[in-house]
């Protein structure tokens, strides 16, 4: 019961010489969410091909320090309820895609207030995962050119399914075979900024795309409670454990062998797949900055952060995110070291190499 609360006064985080974002004021939030009463619920926007399933093995597989899931052999879904009976967790992990296949921000505001297993007033905080945008459409490519499809995805206009929905792109059951510029030249392709749409209000003209959709997605990136990057799975964690007071049992860790990231790209592909994510690369480097801005904020303040790497927080105090990015592997450095001491164990081999061949085709 009074696990987070020991968190943050066992392992204080000095808010002394902490810099400061005039549009960021209230992240880490304080107190933390009540999940564990629930008061609070989180709620993961999965984005296709982002990692979000693997953020979902670690919720509620691996696990999260008194905020238990029941796991059944064979099952997709745990039941994730906490001490008062209700889910502090709303993601395909726990309750499947209720609101949808890969609902967007949008579909899951007008459904999840609505799911039954929440205590009355219980406040949602929603979250995320982004990838670099170019990486993610290109794997988004190579998964439908393999013939899956999420064909049962729908799209949302002001609070509801778009009536019709957008004309498919192929004919048939699948795409098998698609080529790349066949690929990002179907205008009606959801692949094509897909982030960005996936985290707009889609109301009125941001359904239409371009810059009001993006303006939208911009808006919402800021009031998430947290918004992580797939490049960066040890930083996720620690701003998961030290912004939200979230113990994870297991050690986040990076695996970067996907088809994906083995590609030979040419020039003219890279050209059409950044042509296909303009907007997504505009929202990414927001979130980038975000993300690091949020990160150093911590580290800065972290005593254990500060025993483990005694210069990092004057090194990082004065970067801005295209330094912060080159220092990254020095956070995470330092960050493993808090969250080992905070009791997440490591992965074995074994477990590395199940994972490895699960995400080998992503």
């Keep these: 019961r009074h696990l987070v609360a020991g968190l943050f006064n066992r392992h204080r985080?000095?808010?002394a010489n902490v810099d400061t974002d005039p549009d960021d004021l209230d992240w880490p939030p304080r107190p933390p969410p009540d999940l564990m009463q629930g008061g609070s619920a989180l709620v993961l926007v999965h984005i296709q091909k982002t990692g979000g399933s693997s953020l979902n093995r670690q919720f509620v597989r691996a696990g999260v320090r008194g905020l238990p899931c029941r796991c059944r052999r064979g099952r997709k879904r745990c039941l994730c309820l906490n001490s008062a009976d209700t889910d502090w967790l709303f993601s395909r992990g726990?309750?499947?895609?209720?609101?949808?296949?890969?609902a967007s921000l949008a579909a899951l505001q007008a459904c999840v207030p609505n799911w039954r297993r929440f205590r009355p007033g219980v406040r949602l905080?929603?979250?995320?995962?982004l990838r670099r945008p170019v990486d993610r459409f290109f794997s988004e490519w190579r998964h439908v050119r393999r013939g899956a499809t999420w064909e049962a995805a729908r799209r949302f206009c002001d609070g509801k399914p778009m009536d019709?929905?957008?004309?498919?792109?192929?004919?048939?059951d699948d795409w098998h075979g698609v080529g790349l510029a066949e690929f990002a030249g179907c205008a009606t392709n959801p692949a094509i900024n897909r982030q960005s749409?996936?985290?707009?209000?889609?109301?009125?003209?941001?359904?239409l795309g371009g810059e009001e959709m993006l303006a939208g997605a911009l808006a919402n990136l800021r009031r998430m409670i947290f918004v992580g990057l797939t490049e960066y799975q040890v930083l996720n964690q620690y701003q998961l454990t030290r912004g939200l007071g979230l113990l994870f049992n297991r050690l986040f860790w990076q695996h970067d062998e996907t088809v994906a990231s083995q590609l030979n790209t040419s020039r003219a592909d890279l050209a059409i797949a950044e042509s296909a994510t303009s907007l997504d690369a505009r929202l990414y480097a927001a979130a980038e900055r975000l993300f690091f801005h949020r990160t150093r904020r911590l580290l800065i303040g972290d005593a254990i952060a500060a025993r483990a790497d005694p210069g990092l927080a004057a090194a990082i105090a004065g970067l801005d995110t295209a330094g912060l990015r080159a220092v990254a592997p020095r956070m995470a450095a330092a960050?493993?070291?808090?969250?080992?001491?905070?009791?997440?164990?490591?992965?074995?081999?074994?477990?590395?190499r199940r994972v490895r061949q699960k995400l080998w085709l992503q």
């Excluded at 726990?94 to 890969?102: A, D, N, Q």
């Excluded at 019709?164 to 048939?172: K, S, T």
């Excluded at 960050?335 to 590395?352: M, P």
């Design 335 to 352: 960050a493993g070291v808090v969250l080992r001491r905070l009791g997440a164990r490591g992965v074995s081999a074994a477990e590395r």
């Design 164 to 172: 019709p929905q957008p004309e498919l792109c192929y004919r048939g």
């Design 125 to 129: 905080h929603y979250m995320t995962v």
């Design 197 to 207: 749409r996936m985290l707009a209000n889609l109301t009125g003209r941001e359904c």
């Design 13 to 15: 985080i000095s808010s």
């Design 94 to 102: 726990s309750v499947g895609w209720r609101c949808g296949l890969h």
